[in-house]
């Protein structure tokens, strides 16, 4: 009896054996998260400066964004393309293209220190429209966390924004170069994190 008890008990245990190595067991797709994202950023030149995107994937490759957030000169929007590079990979690098509006601001009171010395007046912003094409890397894991790193080159139009409209103490000199520095166009920088779903 001892023997026909052993016998079954290794064939209940090699039966479950065998139906352990036949069960197959896949992970969804690297980007099986939805089409849709959001993110909050903080960028130099970037839309959208410091502020949140909407991203909604049309395919696995293409992506548009669209971003509002705050910068040196104002309120800033936009809407970019991009299109992912490797898209079954979590980590992609992408191209991109994008389209951006500050809208300015007017009378604002504005101090600058340069080498020690003060530097204060009363000046506008005007709007200005930016066309950025940019390179990056997307990080997109299996439950929706998205990471994004990208740089490129802003091109700003108009240039010259800063008008100071009432200089009080210092020189009239260091607005320009504040403007020629926060104000233009130049280097993207930008990163965010967020959530697809």
């Not at 064939?11 to 352990?20: G, K």
């Not at 293409?62 to 079954?88: C, E, H, M, N, W």
């Not at 994008?98 to 000046?123: F, H, Q």
């Amino acid at each position: 009896m001892k023997k026909w008890m052993c016998l079954i008990a290794i064939l209940c245990i090699s039966s479950q054996a065998e139906v352990i190595e036949d069960a197959s067991f896949e992970l969804p797709p690297v980007r099986s998260a939805g089409k849709f994202g959001v993110s909050g950023g903080l960028g130099w030149n970037d839309v959208p400066g410091f502020g949140i995107k909407g991203h909604y994937y049309i395919t696995e490759a293409i992506v548009t964004d669209l971003g509002l957030g705050l910068s040196f000169g104002g309120t800033k929007y936009g809407l970019a393309g991009r299109y992912l590079i490797k898209p079954q990979n979590r980590i992609t690098p992408y191209l991109g293209v994008g389209v951006a509006r500050s809208v300015g601001a007017k009378n604002r009171k504005l101090k600058i220190t340069i080498d020690g010395s003060e530097s204060e007046a009363y000046v506008d912003i005007e709007a200005a429209n930016f066309v950025n094409p940019m390179l990056g890397i997307e990080f997109k894991a299996r439950n929706g966390f998205l990471f994004l790193l990208n740089s490129g080159y802003s091109f700003q139009m108009p240039n010259d924004r800063l008008k100071v409209r009432e200089m009080g103490s210092g020189n009239p000199s260091d607005f320009k170069d504040f403007d020629d520095l926060a104000l233009s166009g130049g280097l993207i920088f930008g990163i965010g994190f967020g959530y697809v779903f």
